[in-house]
């Protein structure tokens, strides 16, 4: 209950909210190399001024998030940032 309590206030101050969404997880119908990484950048950007960036990446690793950009990092980012902290 604590925790989800928390979690609720970080993402209350996501700057991921609302229309700029399309950015953070590639859309169903697929994309190309190009644009996927258009899109990434593009995620990373707004991650760079977020306010909620670090609770942000914790909870992605916390979960193993295997989709989207969290914390400003892509999936493999984080699966690299996870198996460097086991090491
Ligand atoms: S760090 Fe990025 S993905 Fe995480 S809440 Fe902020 S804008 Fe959204």
Partial sequence: ????MIEQTWQR???CRGAQREYFFPP???ERRD???RREQRAKAVC???PVRAPCLDYA??????HGIWGGRTELERQ???AA???
């Fill in 1 to 4: 209950m604590a925790t989800s």
């Fill in 13 to 15: 101050d996501a700057d």
């Fill in 28 to 30: 169903a119908a697929g």
């Fill in 35 to 37: 644009q996927r990484e």
């Fill in 48 to 50: 760079a001024e977020c």
């Fill in 61 to 66: 690793l916390a979960r193993n998030e295997t």
């Fill in 80 to 82: 690299r940032l996870a």
């Fill in 85 to 87: 902290a086991t090491r």
